[in-house]
C-alpha cells in the first residue's frame, strides 16, 4: 500500500480545523474549544499509527514523500535534479518520537485552553496553525522546509502571547520575536550557504556529500557553518547567554502556550543540533565537543542556581528548563552512544515533564489568580490532588528512579564521565541543585505556611483530569520500560555513530 | 529618413505602447470636452482597460524573437517583456487605487490630469525597458519623472502635497543632471548613443587612462539613477515625498517607478559598464571592478532604510523607507551579478509589486476613513474590519520575508546569488539578512497596533470601495500563490524569456 500520503495528511490535518473554525461565530465559546480540540486529534491518531507501524516491525521509509516544488532560476544543472527544493517529508525513529510528543502535548494543550478567556475563534486558529508548523519541522526532510515550518511557528506564537498572554505580553512577544529571528536568520545564512555551495539543501544528501572531498566546502567553512548553527539553535534551545527571551514567554505567555514552548518548541532547538549540527558536521562537531560539555554545564548550574532564588514558581520552573536544557548539551558532547541517548531521552522526558507542571502552574493560577510561592503555600489543603501531581511531577523532574528524567540524566552523565570526567564532576553539582531548588518550590507551595484562605478552591475536576493523568503515565512508562524510546531510536542512533566515526 | 523606411518598420512590435499613448490623448482629449461638474473616474476606468488591452498584445508579442527597429533605439527582447509586464501589472494596480481614491481638497478640478498622468509616466517606464540608446532611455526617463512631479503635487491646495512636489522637483533634476553628465562622457569616449555599438567600442578599448574616465562616468550615472530607485545616499527625498503625495501617486512612486529605475540601471549598467574593460582587452570589465562601491551603496541602503523607518510614526513615511531598504535588498543582487540575476531582480519586483501595493491599499482606505496616516490609527483594526486587518497582516509578513510569501523567495533568491558567485559575499548577506530582522520590528509594530491595541473609535468599515477590493484580493492571492508554487513564475519565465539569454545581442 501506498502510505506516502500519510505525512502530509498528518501535518495539514489542524487545517481543517482552522477552516471549520472560520466559518464559526466568533461568540460560541463552548463548540470553538470542544472544535479547536477535536481538530488536534486526527494528528494525534495517525502519530500513534505511526508509532504503531513501527511496532509492527515496518520499515518508517514507507512514508517517506517527494514531489516537485521549487526550482531556481537560470542556474546550470537545474536539470540535474540540483538546484531544487523539494516538497520532502520523511520520519526516522528519532523524529517519530517528536512528531508523536508533538501531538500528545499539542492535544493536551488544547485541553488546557479552557483557561483562555477572549477570542476564542482567533486563538484555536492560530494554535492549530502552531501545530502544523511544529509537525512540519519534524518531518521535514530538506532545509528550506524545515526552514518553512519553522518560521510558521514564529508567527503563530508571537500573537498567541502578545494577545492572550498576561501583563507583560507585548514585550514577551517582541523579545520572543526578535531572539527568534535573529536565530532564524543565522540559520538562514547556513542554509543559503550550504544551498549555494551544493546545490541541494536535502539532509541526506547534505550528510553524504560532506564526506566528498570535492565539495568546495573547506574545513574552515563548515567550522563556521556549525558555530552559526550552534547559535542559531541555541537561541531555541536556549544555550546561556541567549536565554533571556524564554524567561520572559514562560511567565508572560497563557498556560496552554507554555505547554507547546516548553515541551515541543524549544526542544527544536536540540533537534536541529543532533540532526543538522551532528549529522552533518560530525567532524566539527568533535572539536566543539568540549566548549559545548562546558556550554551545557554552565546551562545546568545557572539554571539551578537562578531557580534556587526565585519567588515566582513560572521563575523556577523556566530556570529549571534552562538547567535540564544543559542536559541535552552534556549528552551531546560526550559525543558516545549514551550520551547522544541521553539527550534524545531528555529532549522527550522534559517535554512531558514542563508541559505537566506548566499545565498545574495554570490551574492554581485560575483558581488563585497567583503564581508568587508565597501566596500559594499550604496548597495540600485546598486541592490535594493536584498538590499530589505537582509533588510527582517535580520528582520526575528532580530525576527520581522509575521516572523519565532518571534514565536520561543518567544516560547523559555516564556518556560525558567516559569522555569528560572531570566536566561531568562539575556538572554533578547540578543535579543535587535540582533537588534542593525543586523540593524548596513544591514542599513551599503544597505544605508550606499558608498566608490565604484555601477554603473553597476547587480541586482538578472534569476535563483538568485528562492531562496530567496522561502525561504522568508517559513520564512513569518511560522511566519504566525505556525501551518504548530506546527501540525506535537505535537506528538514529547507528547512523549518528557512524558519521561520528565510532 | 524616408517614408519607405518607416513603414518597413515592423511597428508590431510597439502595439504595446501605442495603445497606452492613444488611450492617454484620448483621455486628454475626453477630459477636455467632458461637463465641468461630470465625474472624472469614468476616465480612470477607461485607463485599466487600456492596460489590460496593452498586456494582451504584450502576451501576443511573447513568441516574437527579438528585435529592433528605429535604427536600433527600440528593442523588444526578452527583458524588455519581461519588465514590461510588471509595469504594466503595477500601473493597472495603481488606476485600480487612484479610481478609488476619494476626492480631497482641491482635486476634484484635476481628476483627468490624475489618470492620464498615471499613463504617461507608466510609458515612459515601458520605454526605458526596451530602449536600445541611451537617448530614448533617457526620454523614457525624463517621460516618467516629470508624470510623476506633477502627480505629486497634484492636491494642489495641500501644503504637503505641494511641499513634496517641490522637494521631488529640486532633487529629480539634480540627479538627472549628474546623470546626463555622465552618460556625456560615455558618449565622448565612443562617439555613439547606441548602447549596442558602445559596447562594441569599449570592449576594445586599450588605453588605461579611458578606463578612469568610464569609471568617473559609472560613478555617476549610478549615482544619479539611485534617485530613482531611492536607494543611498539620493533617497533622502522618498519620505518627504511619499507622505505628501497622494495615496496613489506613492504606490506608483514605489512600484513602477521603482521598476523603472532597476530597469535602466540594468539596461546601461550590464549593457555598457558589464563589458567595458577596466585595463585593455579581455580584462576583468568595469561593472566587476566597481562591485564594492555598489556594495556600499547597497549596505548603507539596507542599514538606513530599516533603521530609520524604526522611528517613524507617520505610516506612509514608514513605507518609504521600508520601500529604500527594499531597494536596498535588489542592490544586492545588482552587487553579486550571479548567473541567475535577471530572474532574481525580476522575481524579486513582482513580489514587491503585490506586496506593497496590498499594503499601500490598505493605508489608503484607513486614511480615507481616519484622516490621517498615522500608525497609531491602525489601532484595532481588526475589531473594526477583521478582513482588512487580516489581509494586511499578510502582506506585512510577506514584506517581512517570512516563508510561505512570495517575499521569501525573493530573498532566498538574492542570498543564492551572492553566495554561489566567485567571491562570496558573506559580509553583504549577513547585513541583508540582520536588516531584514531589524525590519520585523517595524513591520510588527503595526501589526501590534492592528491586533493588540483597542481602537479609538469602533465604527465598522462599510463599502469599501471595488477598486481596493480588487487590489487586495490580487495582491493577498498573489503573495501567497508566489510564496507557496514559486515554480509559476519560473516556468512562466523559463518557457518565455529563455534566461534572458538575448540581452546582449
Known amino acids: 500500500m501506498d502510505l506516502s500520503f500519510v505525512l502530509s495528511l498528518l501535518v495539514f490535518s489542524p487545517l481543517l480545523g482552522i477552516i471549520v473554525l472560520a466559518f464559526m461565530p466568533k461568540t460560541e465559546e463552548k463548540t470553538i474549544k470542544i472544535v479547536g480540540f477535536l481538530a488536534t486529534l486526527p494528528a494525534l491518531v495517525i502519530a500513534i499509527g505511526l508509532y504503531l507501524h513501527y511496532l509492527a516491525g515496518k520499515a518508517l521509509s514507507d512514508f517517506s514523500v517527494a514531489k516537485d516544488w521549487i526550482t ?104 520572543f520575536l526578535i531572539y527568534n529571528g535573529l536565530g532564524s536568520a543565522v540559520l538562514l545564512i547556513v542554509i543559503m550557504i550550504l544551498f549555494a555551495k551544493t546545490g541541494t539543501t536535502n539532509i541526506e544528501m547534505l550528510t553524504q556529500m560532506m564526506n566528498d572531498p570535492n565539495v568546495p566546502l573547506s574545513g574552515d567553512l563548515k567550522l563556521g557553518l556549525l558555530i552559526a548553527l550552534l547559535i542559531a539553535f541555541g537561541v531555541k534551545l536556549p544555550i546561556f547567554p541567549l536565554h533571556s527571551w524564554m524567561l520572559r514567554v514562560h511567565v508572560q505567555a497563557p498556560p496552554s502556550i507554555v505547554m507547546i514552548h516548553s515541551g515541543i518548541l524549544l526542544k527544536i532547538g536540540a533537534y536541529g543540533l543532533i540532526r543538522f549540527g551532528m549529522g552533518i558536521f560530525p567532524e566539527q562537531f568533535e572539536t566543539l565537543a568540549v566548549l559545548l560539555a562546558i556550554l551545557g554545564v554552565i546551562n545546568l548550574l545557572y539554571g539551578a542556581f537562578l531557580a534556587f532564588i526565585q519567588t515566582d514558581f513560572k521563575m523556577v520552573l523556566a530556570y529549571s528548563s534552562i538547567s535540564h536544557m544543559g542536559i541535552v548539551l552534556i549528552g551531546l558532547a560526550a559525543m558516545n552512544e549514551a550520551g547522544v541517548q541521553g539527550a534524545i531521552f531528555q529532549v522527550v522526558s522534559h517535554g512531558l515533564i514542563s508541559a505537566l507542571l506548566f499545565f498545574l502552574v495554570g490551574a492554581f493560577y485560575e483558581r488563585t489568580d497567583t503564581s508568587l510561592m508565597e501566596n500559594l503555600g499550604g496548597m495540600a489543603k485546598g486541592m490535594p490532588i493536584a498538590s499530589g501531581f505537582l509533588l510527582a511531577g517535580a ?46 518550590a513544591v514542599l513551599g507551595i503544597t505544605y508550606g505556611q499558608s498566608h490565604r484562605d484555601f477554603t473553597g478552591v476547587l480541586d482538578l475536576k472534569g476535563v483538568e483530569f485528562v492531562p496530567v493523568v496522561v502525561l504522568m503515565a508517559l513520564i512513569i512508562l518511560i522511566g519504566v520500560i525505556p525501551s518504548v524510546l530506546s527501540s525506535p531510536l537505535q537506528a538514529t542512533l547507528e547512523t549518528i555513530m557512524l558519521g561520528l566515526g565510532g | 529618413m524616408s517614408l519607405e523606411d518607416l513603414t ?134 525624463e517621460l516618467l519623472s516629470i508624470s510623476s512631479y506633477i502627480l505629486a503635487g497634484i492636491r494642489k491646495n495641500n501644503l504637503q502635497s505641494n511641499e513634496s512636489a517641490m522637494k521631488y522637483v529640486i532633487n529629480g533634476s539634480i540627479a538627472t543632471a549628474i546623470t546626463l553628465f555622465g552618460m556625456s562622457y560615455v558618449y565622448g569616449l565612443t562617439g555613439s548613443t547606441n548602447l549596442l555599438s558602445i559596447a562594441r567600442t569599449l570592449q576594445a578599448l586599450a588605453d588605461a587612462q579611458h578606463a578612469y574616465l568610464l569609471g568617473l562616468a559609472f560613478l555617476m550615472i549610478f549615482v544619479g539613477l539611485a534617485f530613482k530607485l531611492a536607494a543611498a545616499p539620493f533617497h533622502m527625498w522618498a519620505p518627504d515625498v ?79 523607507y521600508s520601500s529604500i531598504a527594499h531597494a536596498g535588498y535588489i542592490l544586492v543582487a545588482f552587487t553579486s551579478l550571479s ?86 559575499h558573506y559580509v553583504l548577506a549577513s547585513v541583508m539578512i540582520a536588516t531584514t530582522v531589524v525590519s520585523y520590528f517595524y513591520y510588527f509594530g503595526i501589526m501590534t497596533q492592528m491586533f493588540f491595541r483597542p481602537a479609538a473609535d469602533d465604527s465598522k468599515f462599510t463599502k469599501i470601495p471595488v477598486g481596493i477590493v480588487v487590489v487586495l484580493i490580487v495582491t493577498v492571492a498573489a503573495s501567497l500563490l508566489f510564496g507557496i508554487f514559486p515554480d509559476i513564475a519560473i516556468d512562466f519565465v523559463n518557457e518565455n524569456f529563455n534566461h534572458f539569454s538575448d540581452f546582449l545581442q
Open chain 1, 72 to 175: 531556481f532560476g537560470g542556474l546550470q544543472g537545474a536539470e540535474a535534479g540540483f538546484w531544487k527544493v523539494n516538497y520532502e517529508l520523511g520520519v526516522s525513529g528519532f523524529s517519530m518520537l517528536l512528531v508523536l510528543l508533538t501531538a500528545v502535548v499539542a492535544t493536551l494543550a488544547a485541553i488546557a485552553s479552557i483557561y483562555i478567556k477572549k477570542e476564542w475563534k482567533g486563538y484555536f486558529m492560530l494554535f492549530l496553525l502552531l501545530e502544523i508548523g511544529m509537525l512540519g519541522v519534524f518531518t521535514a526532510e530538506n532545509l528550506v522546509l524545515f526552514f518553512l515550518f519553522f518560521e510558521i511557528t514564529l508567527i503563530p506564537t508571537f500573537f498567541l502571547i502578545g494577545k492572550w498572554g498576561y501583563f507583560e505580553k507585548e514585550k514577551a512577544a517582541y523579545s
Open chain 1, 395 to 440: 520528582l520526575a523532574s528532580l530525576g527520581l528512579p522509575g521516572m523519565s528524567g532518571f534514565v536520561s540524566e543518567f544516560m547523559a552523565f555516564l556518556g560525558l564521565f567516559e569522555e569528560m570526567p572531570w566536566i561531568a564532576a562539575v556538572g554533578c553539582i547540578g543535579i543535587i541543585m535540582t533537588a534542593v531548588y525543586l523540593l524548596r
Open chain 2, 8 to 141: 518597413s518598420f515592423n511597428w508590431g512590435i510597439m502595439t504595446p505602447e501605442f495603445i497606452i499613448v492613444g488611450v492617454a490623448a484620448l483621455i486628454t482629449v475626453l477630459d477636455l470636452f467632458m461637463p465641468k461638474k461630470q465625474d472624472r473616474r469614468i476616465l480612470g476606468w477607461i485607463g485599466i482597460a487600456a492596460i489590460f488591452a496593452a498586456m494582451v498584445s504584450l502576451a501576443g508579442l511573447l513568441g516574437a524573437a527579438p528585435e529592433s527597429i528605429l535604427d536600433d533605439t527600440f528593442r523588444l527582447d526578452s527583458f524588455g517583456k519581461a519588465f514590461k509586464f510588471l509595469l504594466l501589472a503595477g500601473g493597472a494596480l495603481v488606476l485600480f487605487l487612484a479610481v478609488s481614491y476619494k476626492a480631497d481638497e482641491g482635486l476634484e478640478e484635476y481628476r483627468g490630469e490624475f489618470y492620464y498622468l498615471f499613463l504617461t509616466g507608466l510609458l515612459g517606464g515601458m520605454i526605458m525597458t526596451s530602449s536600445g540608446d541611451l537617448i530614448t532611455l533617457f526620454i523614457g526617463l
Open chain 2, 242 to 320: 511619499y507622505q505628501g503625495a497622494p495615496t496613489p501617486v506613492t504606490a506608483f512612486l514605489s512600484v513602477v517607478s521603482k521598476t523603472a529605475g532597476f530597469v535602466i540601471v540594468a539596461r546601461i549598467m550590464i549593457s555598457i559598464f558589464g563589458v567595458a574593460a577596466s585595463e585593455g582587452p579581455g580584462s576583468m570589465p568595469i561593472l566587476y571592478n566597481m562591485q564594492d562601491y555598489i556594495a556600499v551603496i547597497a549596505g548603507a541602503t539596507m542599514i538606513i532604510g530599516n533603521v530609520v523607518a524604526l522611528k517613524q510614526s507617520n505610516i506612509k513615511r514608514m513605507f518609504a
Open chain 2, 339 to 424: 548567473s541567475n540575476f535577471f530572474y532574481t531582480v525580476w522575481f524579486y519586483l513582482l513580489a514587491y509589486l503585490f506586496m506593497n501595493l496590498g499594503a499601500l491599499a490598505v493605508i489608503q482606505i484607513v486614511e480615507a476613513k481616519t484622516g490621517s496616516t498615522k500608525i497609531a490609527d491602525f489601532a484595532g483594526l481588526y475589531r473594526r474590519s477583521p478582513v482588512l486587518a487580516v489581509a494586511m497582516g499578510i502582506l506585512l509578513v510577506a514584506l517581512a520575508g517570512f516563508p510561505g510569501t512570495a517575499g521569501f523567495i525573493g530573498k532566498l533568491n538574492i542570498f543564492i546569488g551572492a553566495f554561489m558567485v566567485q567571491e562570496p
